[in-house]
């Protein structure tokens, strides 16, 4: 057969020069093409669903439930951009982690304030909701105890809303890494947390190895107007922990209150005869004023801890929060002791 005229089963050949037109294809080789145009768009789709599936699977991992000290589930949609936070107990966690700089606004009774240009919200009860409205927060950081009300207020308000009531060494550790995949960045928060941990445990182990005989007598002073209206701290507060683990023996220790604080009498602090009396100071300068309010207390004259000059001013800042400070805390009474 002369190849001008043959037909072959899957193909015409060009008769003359130029493209293939649809004529010119035989049906099998159209067959084929379909074929391959069918995989082309059944690939194509598979990525398609699959890049979207990632997508989704990405936007939907941001989003997640975590559960805060008065067992509420909180939502979280999206690691918070902008935050206000209501409790100075709060603000060290962030600045620790690396995020304070999401804060938006702080009441006016938070040391942050002081160094860094924030938005005031006013008191930490009752809370100041259309300030903190206006301030627009993706959530507000609120601490527990005599704030709880407020959660309600701020719900209402559809705030979302996530409550933070440490009160031990435990619990600063528990919540500086929840702090760290509240904010989208758990593994910071978990080493933050483990070198927190390790820090305060390498100074106990050393405290430990001390004699118990040989261990001072510490007594936390907190005077509230006259020295006859005095608070101690005992066990459930982070204070006691920070004297034991410092090397101390508090003799508040066997007894307890609210959240570990209770009062005394001055003859509570005479019958324990203590080698250390802890006292705060509120403002830098304020020391002096402290330490003489103990000494100057006649009844307070033949104290083992006054006779020896053994009266300690302590930062309030120190001691009024359980926050990551309770490394310095845990080191300042050491060297206090030793």
Do not use: H
């Not at 559960?67 to 409790?87: C, E, F, K």
């Amino acid at each position: 057969m002369p190849l001008g005229n043959r037909e072959g089963a899957d193909s015409r050949l060009i008769r003359k020069s130029g493209d293939l037109c649809e004529a010119q294809i035989s049906p099998s080789f159209r067959g084929r093409g379909v074929v391959k145009f069918l995989a082309r768009g059944v690939s194509f789709l598979k990525r398609f669903f699959t890049v979207g599936f990632m997508v989704l699977f990405f936007v939907l991992s941001l989003a997640f439930e975590i559960v805060d000290d008065l067992g509420r589930l909180v939502a979280i949609d999206n690691p918070p951009d902008r935050v206000v936070i209501a409790s100075p107990a709060i603000t060290k966690y962030l600045e620790v982690l690396g995020v304070s700089s999401r804060i938006v606004g702080v009441t006016d009774w938070d040391p942050y304030a002081l160094s860094n240009e924030v938005e005031k919200i006013g008191n930490l009860v009752p809370l100041n909701l259309e300030k903190i409205l206006s301030l627009g927060p993706d959530l507000v950081m609120i601490s527990g105890g005599f704030q709880e009300e407020e959660v309600a207020k701020l719900e209402k308000t559809g705030i979302s809303t996530f409550v933070m009531n440490p009160n031990s060494f435990e619990d600063i550790y528990r919540n500086l890494m929840v702090v760290g995949n509240l904010f989208g960045i758990p593994d910071k928060g978990r080493i933050t947390a483990m070198n927190f941990r390790d820090e305060v445990l390498e100074i106990a182990k050393d405290s430990y190895n001390v004699p118990q005989n040989e261990k001072p007598k510490v007594v936390y002073v907190m005077i509230a107007g006259e020295v006859s209206d005095i608070w101690t701290c005992g066990t459930g507060s982070f204070v006691n922990q920070a004297i034991a683990y410092a090397g101390g023996a508090n003799v508040g220790a066997p007894y307890s209150g609210n959240n570990g604080w209770f009062p005394v009498s001055p003859e509570f602090v005479l019958n324990s005869q203590p080698d250390v009396i802890l006292v705060p100071y509120y403002y830098e300068g304020g020391q002096e004023e402290a330490v003489k309010m103990i000494t100057s207390y006649k009844p307070f004259a033949d104290l083992p801890a006054v006779k020896n000059n053994r009266v300690y001013p302590l930062y309030d800042g120190l001691t009024a929060y359980a926050n990551p400070d309770f490394v310095d805390l845990v080191k300042t009474l050491k060297e206090l002791f030793y």
